[in-house]
């Protein structure tokens, strides 16, 4: 028998109004923080090497050694993994609300500290940039479960793929945003302190305020989230949590009266028989949850892990691409302000060539085809580009075949985009109970970063040249490119099959999906101990 609160219910069938957006507004600042904190420190990497691993007399400029660049690049995917998982379970404990603070809050005082260091050799440099990041990473994480899960929470049932899209869309943005800001920063600083290049003079090519230009990029990553930090706590909490997870059938019909303009009456009763009903009060660990839920579950964070393998090991070529097509000339012909406006500008194009693109057609078209076809064509077409990219990979390399290569890898991640990148962030909120919905997202989203990290470090040793002597400086050797390409064709693959363990959402309210209005005839009578940490017995 269902038992449909009216407070959701209105939730559901809502028309698309002002709340929607500035929710998406409020929430998508955070996203958009995200992207800009954790890519911004790609722009700077090599002016990192030239500033503090300077060797006198080397051919070319100076670069971090890859134990320091693997730390520097991969601390923050450690401490978004973190965060993940512990505001994922906190957002379900707590309240979305108050949880959403603290990550904001964390965001803003690391992004400024990541900019400081406590002394000025490279290792407490090194070391001090590595901890803020962690921190830093460790608030992005929360961000991931929490507006995901407020969202789905707050939005009608026949846009809520599109407005959920629509936050995490806010990624590309931020991307953008931290490509031009860096292009801005690094324009201003050439024109105030004009260098040579490294080959014409090594030590002077490398202007001592050149310190500053990596410090402010980090830094200016608070601002957007210091400024949205207002607005997040003036958001009611979600009617959702209120009414079945703290059961104040009161509280959510005031909150939601206020932000629907219309009345609504506390159904206390009926909360109190939702809540109380033994067989939707089941834990994370039971052998329930694993029967409702287990194989979406294992759908949600096997995509999401798949995905962002192939996602991350994109930096693999874009070194390779941007000096092939001339974005980016050799390192010593240029010094080393000119270096982060040129890798800046490289970053902004593909951004906004294929990035940005992709997420706004996930956003056009999710809630009309649905998520289960979308994520399915994206794994589809990323295979397809991956193994056209792998096989002739002998034909890429020539100069000629260069723009080809460059179009093709384009369209990978254009599909990645317009696909599961943005229905793995999507899915989670929708399919799993109100009690759980943050946590099992948080897990999903932490085995995505699982992904990426063995994406941006497993493939940068993997894809090292097989002969000694072409590998980059400091690493082994490995399979090569044309042979990591075949390997991530083959995670793709992977992908299209896991992904028919998700079911499709799409036009159904998230008490149907996860089947929290119903009531079970076989349900644990009312005496019986909660099933929070007891195993409840299966239907």
């Given at each position: 028998m269902a038992k449909e609160l009216q407070v959701l219910n209105a939730l559901d069938l809502a028309k698309t109004q002002w709340y929607h957006f500035t929710a998406i507004i409020i929430a998508g600042m955070g996203f958009f923080t995200d992207a800009y904190d954790l890519f911004c420190i790609s722009l700077v990497t090599k002016l990192l090497g030239r500033i503090y691993y300077h060797i006198d007399g080397a051919e070319k400029p100076g670069s971090l050694p890859p134990n320091v660049s693997a730390a520097v690049n991969g601390v923050a995917f450690c401490g978004t993994l973190s965060g993940q998982l512990f505001f994922g379970w906190l957002g379900d404990k707590m309240g979305r609300k108050k949880v959403y603070g603290m990550t904001l809050m964390l965001m803003v005082i690391c992004s400024i500290a990541s900019g400081l260091s406590f002394s000025s050799d490279a290792k407490a440099v090194m070391s001090t940039l590595c901890?803020?990041?962690?921190?830093?990473?460790?608030?992005?994480?929360?961000?991931?479960?929490?507006?995901?899960?407020?969202?789905?929470?707050?939005a009608n049932k026949k846009t809520r793929g599109a407005f959920i899209a629509a936050v995490f869309a806010m990624q590309g943005f931020g991307i953008l945003a931290g490509g031009i800001f860096a292009i801005i920063i690094s324009s201003a600083f050439k024109a105030w302190f004009d260098a040579p290049s490294y080959q014409v003079d090594a030590l002077a090519s490398t202007v001592p305020q050149a310190d500053y230009v990596w410090?402010?990029?980090?830094?200016?990553?608070?601002?957007?989230?210091?400024?949205?930090?207002?607005?997040?706590?003036?958001?009611?909490?979600?009617?959702?949590?209120?009414a079945l997870v703290a059961k104040n059938a009161k509280q959510a019909a005031t909150d939601m009266s206020r932000v629907l303009q219309v009345d609504l009456e506390a159904e206390e009763q009926k909360?109190?028989?939702?809540?109380?009903?033994?067989?939707?009060?089941?834990?994370?660990?039971?052998?329930?949850?694993?029967?409702?839920?287990?194989?979406?579950?294992?759908?949600?964070?096997?995509?999401?892990?798949?995905?962002?393998?192939?996602?991350?090991?994109?930096?693999?070529?874009?070194?390779?691409?941007?000096?092939?097509?001339?974005?980016?000339p050799k390192a010593q012909t240029m010094n080393a302000i000119d270096e982060v406006y040129r890798i800046a500008r490289a970053q902004t194009l593909i951004a906004l060539c294929s990035t940005v693109p992709g997420y706004w057609f996930t956003v056009a078209f999710i809630d009309r085809i649905g998520r289960f076809a979308i994520q399915l064509m994206g794994f589809f077409f990323m295979t397809v580009f991956m193994f056209a990219l792998a096989i002739p990979y002998n034909h890429w390399t020539h100069k000629d075949n260069q723009i080809g290569f460059v179009i093709i890898y384009s369209l990978t991640f254009f599909f990645a985009n317009f696909g599961p990148n943005a229905t793995t962030f999507v899915v989670p909120a929708e399919i799993f109970p109100a009690r759980l919905r943050s946590t099992c997202h948080g897990i999903s989203a932490a085995s995505g970063k699982l992904g990426a990290i063995v994406g941006a470090f497993g493939f940068l040793y993997l894809a090292q040249s097989q002969s000694k002597d072409k590998t980059d400086a400091g690493y082994p050797t490995g399979i090569g490119v044309k042979n990591s390409l075949l390997v991530l064709g083959v995670v793709n693959f992977f992908g299209i099959l896991f992904t028919f363990l998700v079911p499709e959402s799409n036009g159904k309210s998230l008490e149907e999906m996860s089947g929290e209005n119903e009531t079970d005839e076989g349900s644990v009578p009312t005496g019986e101990q909660s099933s929070h940490n007891r195993t409840v017995p299966l239907v």
């Open positions: 901890f803020f990041r962690f921190w830093l990473g460790f608030g992005i994480g929360g961000d991931y479960p929490l507006s995901a899960t407020i969202m789905s929470e707050y410090r402010i990029i980090l830094m200016v990553g608070a601002l957007p989230a210091a400024l949205t930090y207002y607005w997040r706590m003036k958001m009611p909490e979600t009617a959702r949590y209120t909360v109190e028989q939702l809540t109380e009903d033994k067989s939707n009060q089941f834990g994370l660990f039971t052998k329930k949850f694993l029967h409702r839920h287990g194989l979406h579950l294992l759908g949600t964070t096997t995509t999401w892990f798949l995905l962002d393998i192939a996602f991350y090991s994109q930096n693999l070529f874009q070194k390779d691409i941007f000096s092939a097509i001339g974005w980016i």
